[in-house]
């Protein structure tokens, strides 16, 4: 385990703020953020998103499953509403989705697209790399930082609060991007809420962070983003977590259960 600052300012002060699974999250007493203090070593950081394996008082899997049409009903709706329907359709760009998973937004995007839109996607976790490229997705693990090919668009879905430190990854994802490309990145608004407000489990150390508008704003500055377009909705939750939600839904407000969506433009 490796103890760590708060990777939007620094700051080493924080406060408890919610244990699971052995792990401890804490609240920075200067900008808000949360995060798993002290955290797993980057070796097991890796392992654990190429297995789906996290360790802790008990084995956490994280695999999932493939999600198929509504996802991609739930992909559309989003993609839609950040660029406008019609937005892809014959555009013939280059899109890096990193954490694909099993490929639903590159299949999304083929539909939004017309099938013009090149796309790939970066997957560590073996089996839902495996899967997308049985259904003939170019998904695969690679190091998105060596020398090759720019994109258009980069995406990161449920992807930042996995990583150990989402300011540098994202200036390094910048460098990827053609001149004007954009980030489409979606996280959840939990920074700002005590953890009794959540209605779903924390999942650490597989979550690593929790942020919030303000905080992604800052972060997305210093990463070298100017911001397009901001939206936020009611959480969209996975299969295995709907339960939680249905016990919790008569006492969290909606305002709480955020996911946000963003647009950000390389500048320079």
């Not at 972060?219 to 919790?248: I, K, N, Q, T, W």
Request: glycine content about 8%; hydrophobic content about 35%; some cysteine.
């Amino acid at each position: 385990m490796v103890v760590v600052h708060c990777y939007v300012c620094g700051s080493p002060d924080h406060r408890p703020w919610a244990s699971e699974n052995g792990h401890q999250a804490v609240r920075c007493r200067d900008c808000g953020l949360v995060y798993v203090n002290p955290r797993p070593a980057l070796e097991d950081i890796s392992r654990a998103a190429q297995t789906g394996m996290h360790a802790g008082e008990r084995s956490l899997a994280v695999t999932g499953s493939y999600g198929g049409p509504k996802r991609h009903a739930h992909y559309l709706s989003r993609l839609s509403d950040l660029f406008g329907p019609g937005y892809f359709h014959g555009s013939g760009e280059r899109w890096l989705d990193v954490g694909a998973g099993f490929g639903e937004l590159i299949e999304t995007l083929a539909i939004a697209s017309g099938g013009t839109l090149r796309a790939r996607g970066l997957e560590p976790n073996q089996t839902k790399a495996a899967s997308a490229r049985a259904r003939n997705l170019d998904v695969s693990f690679f190091d998105a930082k060596a020398p090759g090919e720019r994109f258009h668009y980069i995406s990161l879905l449920n992807v930042f609060s996995h990583l150990p430190d989402p300011p540098t990854t994202l200036a390094e994802l910048a460098l990827l991007l053609e001149p004007g490309g954009e980030l489409v990145l979606q996280t959840g608004n939990f920074a700002e809420l005590d953890p009794e407000e959540i209605p779903v489990r924390l999942e650490l150390p597989d979550h690593l962070s929790f942020a919030s508008e303000r905080l992604l704003r800052r972060v997305l500055d210093r990463a070298g983003y100017e911001l397009v377009r901001f939206r936020s909705y009611p959480m969209y939750p996975a299969p295995r977590r709907r339960a939680v939600l249905r016990r919790s839904a008569a006492t969290v407000p909606e305002r709480q259960c955020l996911d946000l969506w963003l647009r950000a433009r390389r500048r320079g």
